[in-house]
């Protein structure tokens, strides 16, 4: 039996407008990002970056906003759809749809940054720190009049990137400490097989270190460290260790140490872990820790929102605490050339979304209740 592709399925409260989406990551290859596809009557795509509950207004400032708002008329049809190019998926939903389905399709520009999310805590309630993409597709006499929630729909999207190709860098520090009262230093080396890691992949790191020095090198540890920059607004940032092994190894005077030690960067063991950034986050559905940004040249990063990056990080303690720091990537696996990411079978599932009604107020995305289509 040949695989089932979800399309995501989202109606309205009217049952006016209906989204029909055939993925929810798009992703940017760095020269060009996957486009979005599949809807009726006026769609939008937007992308904002959001700092603090929606409902937050200080000073007549709220903590939002847009970096991109495009919106296309899909009905009346502009052009004629049967001389419109479609993908397969777009295809098929219109054969199984029927006169009332009408495809649509954006492009992202380059300069948009990448979904992120920063985890909020147990107790965290509304909307928090985050770039977010959304689609929304709505009923109305123009695109510019106020959007009637009984006939619209918001699907949340998210844009991800792929790894470059691997580079031949292979990340290193080495360090020289010098002590009061010994004549001989201490010396430190870290360093990382390559350059990029991929989420789910054990990071292996190499330490050499050679005691020459009258004092005892101990308490070992080697620690994944992420940094958040939220540049928008705030300029805060976050440092937060998502993977740490402490030991019991130690450098005598006059001794040396040659070692691997290997980390696991999951999200599965920092769950709860409050400010930690992830890859966006669909309700429906697990996410990741946040892949490092790669902002291209000429893109300002203050339009980017949010920048994540990584570190190993060495420490020890020598009569007091020394430490050394090498930078890597963590990122997604390229697809081998020949294989899409996101394949496109010959049946097909509808997942689709339904609101639950909670003391009065209205959420999406929370029940999924796929069928076979």
Known sequence: MSPKHVVFKKVSRDKSVTVYMAKRDFVDHCDFVDPVGESRLYVMLSCTFRYGRQDMDVMGVAFRRDLFLVTRQVYPELQDKEKLTHTK??????????????????????NLPCSIALQPGPS???????????????????????????????????????????????????????????????????????????????????????NSSSRNIKDISLSVEQVTHVILYSSDK??????KEET?????????????????????????????ALDGRLK??????????????????????ILVSYKAVLRMVASGEVSLEVPFRLM????????????EPDDMVFEEFKRAYLKGMVYGDDDESPTDA
């Open 89 to 110: 998926i777009q295809q098929k939903l219109l054969r199984k749809l029927g006169n009332n389905a009408f495809p649509f399709f954006f492009e992202f520009p380059d």
């Open 124 to 210: 965290d309630v509304g909307k928090k720190c985050a770039v977010e993409f959304e689609v929304k597709a709505f009923c109305g006499e123009n695109q510019d009049e106020k959007i009637d929630k009984q006939s619209s729909v918001h699907l949340t999207i998210r844009k991800i990137q792929f790894s470059a190709e691997d580079s031949k860098l292979v990340p290193s520090a080495e360090t020289t400490f010098e002590f009061l009262m010994s004549e001989k230093p201490l010396h430190v080396k870290l360093s990382l097989p390559k350059e990029t890691f991929y989420h789910g992949e054990p990071l292996k790191a190499n330490v050499e270190i050679t």
């Open 238 to 243: 976050y440092v937060k260790s998502v993977a």
């Open 248 to 276: 019991s190894d130690s450098v005598p005077s006059g001794t040396s140490l040659k070692k691997e030690y290997t980390l696991h960067p999951l999200l599965a063991y920092n769950k709860d872990r409050r400010g930690l």
């Open 284 to 305: 429906h559905e697990d996410t990741n820790l946040a892949s490092s940004s790669i902002v291209k040249q000429e893109v300002l990063k203050e339009v980017q929102g």
């Open 332 to 343: 997604h696996p390229k697809p081998e050339p020949g294989k899409d990411f996101f394949h």
